[in-house]
C-alpha cells in the first residue's frame, strides 16, 4: 500500500479481518480517531454531510460501511471534502466497488487495498503488526508459533496485541511459554516440523519435548503418530519418484501437476494430487538433502514396527532407530575420508 495521505480514499474488502486491522493500526500510527457510519439509502443524508469541512474539526477518519449495493452512494461520496480526513471504505458490491474505482473526484485518490488470501500474504501482515507492536521474542521461532496460532485465531488478535504491548511497556521478552498462555487450547507445534525432525534423525530435547507435548498435554495416542509418520513415509515416496522423474522440481499447483502427471501418463501419482503446496516444499526440501538409500533405510525402521505401538517409549525407539541410522551415515562419510 502506498505512503497513505489526506484526502486518500482506501478500499477493504467488507468482513476482512486482514484489511480492518491494517486500517485501525494506520489510526493508531497516526494519532487519528474514527468516525464510523454504516451506510444506508436511510443514512445517505450523512454521508452527503461530509462535503462540509470544519475549521475546529482535527484530522480524522472516516470508516464508511456499505454492506450490498446502495444506489446513489458514489453520487454521494464524489463530493466529499478531503480536508483533515483519510476515508475508509468497507464493501462487499463489485459493482460499487468498480464505480469506486473509476471515481473522478478532485483532490479525492482512491486505493484499493489488495485480497489478502495466501497463507504468506496474511502471516506478511501479521509480521508487520507484531512488529509495529515493538515486541522482543526469544527467538524467531517463537515469533513463527505466535504469527500462525494468530491466523488460526483471528478473535485473539486483540488480547494478543494488549498482551505484547504490556511486554514491551515492562521490557519483557516473550517466548514459547508466554505464546502457550495465551492459546492454552491450541497447537503450540505444528506435527508438520515434528514429523520433519524425526525423518531427519534428529531426536534431541526439542524433538523429545515436542513429542511429550503431543501425548501428554494434547493427549495423542502414541499409534495415531506413528501413522502419521507413516504418512510422511508414503508422501514423500511419490515426492521422490516425481522427483527424479522431473514431475515436480518446484511446489505446483495442482491443475498444473494433474497435466504433468496425465503427459507422463503416470496413474500412480495421482496421490501427489492430495499434497498441499506447503507440504510440498517441505517434501521436496526433503528429497533434496536426504539421499533415497537413505530415505528407504529410514521406511524400512518406520514400517518395521507393529501397527499398535503401546507407549512413548516405543515411539522414542523410533527415533533412536532412525538417528542411529544417520549416525552410522555419519561414521561411514568420515571413515570413507580417511581412507583417502
Known amino acids: 500500500m502506498a505512503k497513505v495521505q489526506l484526502g486518500d480514499v482506501l478500499l477493504i474488502h467488507l468482513g476482512n479481518r486482514y484489511h480492518e486491522w491494517r486500517m485501525r493500526d494506520m489510526a493508531r500510527k497516526l494519532g487519528y480517531p474514527i468516525n464510523r457510519i454504516e451506510v444506508t439509502k436511510q443514512t445517505l443524508p450523512k454521508v452527503k454531510q461530509l462535503q462540509y469541512a470544519s475549521l475546529q474539526a482535527g484530522r ?136 520433519d525432525r524425526v525423518l531427519r534423525g534428529n531426536a534431541k530435547r526439542k524433538t523429545v519435548q515436542m513429542l511429550h507435548y503431543y501425548l501428554h498435554t494434547k493427549q495423542y495416542n502414541a499409534s495415531w503418530m506413528l501413522n502419521k509418520l507413516r504418512e510422511d513415509i508414503l508422501n514423500l515416496s511419490y515426492v521422490y519418484q516425481a522427483y527424479r522423474r522431473g514431475i515436480l522440481r518446484v511446489p505446483t499447483e495442482k491443475a498444473q501437476l494433474q497435466e504433468r502427471l496425465d503427459t507422463a501418463g503416470w496413474e500412480d501419482g495421482f496421490p501427489l494430487l492430495e499434497i498441499k503446496i506447503r507440504e510440498q516444499e517441505r517434501y521436496l526440501q526433503y528429497a533434496r538433502e536426504i539421499p533415497y538409500r537413505s530415505f528407504i533405510s529410514i521406511q524400512e525402521c518406520v514400517f518395521s514396527y507393529a501397527e499398535y505401538i503401546r507407549d512413548e ?28
Not at 73 to 95: C, D, G, H, L, Q
Not at 110 to 130: A, D, F, I, N, S
Not at 162 to 185: A, N, Q, R, S
Open 60 to 195: 480524522e477518519i472516516i470508516w464508511l460501511v456499505v454492506d450490498g449495493y446502495v444506489k446513489d452512494f458514489v453520487e454521494t461520496f464524489k463530493r466529499v471534502s478531503p480536508a483533515k480526513r483519510i476515508y475508509v471504505v468497507e464493501m462487499n458490491n463489485r459493482n460499487l466497488a468498480k464505480e469506486m474505482v473509476g471515481l473522478k473526484a478532485r483532490r479525492l485518490r482512491v486505493v484499493p487495498l489488495k485480497r489478502v488470501k495466501t497463507y504468506e500474504e496474511k502471516r506478511e501482515v501479521l509480521r508487520k503488526l507484531v512488529k509495529r507492536w515493538s515486541v522482543v521474542f526469544d527467538n524467531q521461532k517463537t515469533e513463527k508459533i505466535l504469527l500462525r496460532l494468530m491466523m488460526q485465531n483471528e478473535e485473539s488478535w486483540g488480547d494478543v496485541r494488549v498482551t505484547l504491548e504490556i511486554f514491551k511497556e515492562t521490557g519483557h521478552i516473550c517466548t514459547e511459554k508466554d505464546v502457550e498462555d495465551m492459546y492454552p487450547d491450541s497447537e503450540l507445534y505444528q506435527l508438520s516440523e515434528w514429523l
Open 313 to 340: 517409549e516405543d515411539l522414542y525407539a523410533v527415533l533412536l532407530q532412525i538417528q542411529n541410522h544417520f549416525v552410522e551415515k555419519e561414521k561411514e562419510a568420515k571413515m570413507e575420508l580417511l581412507g583417502r
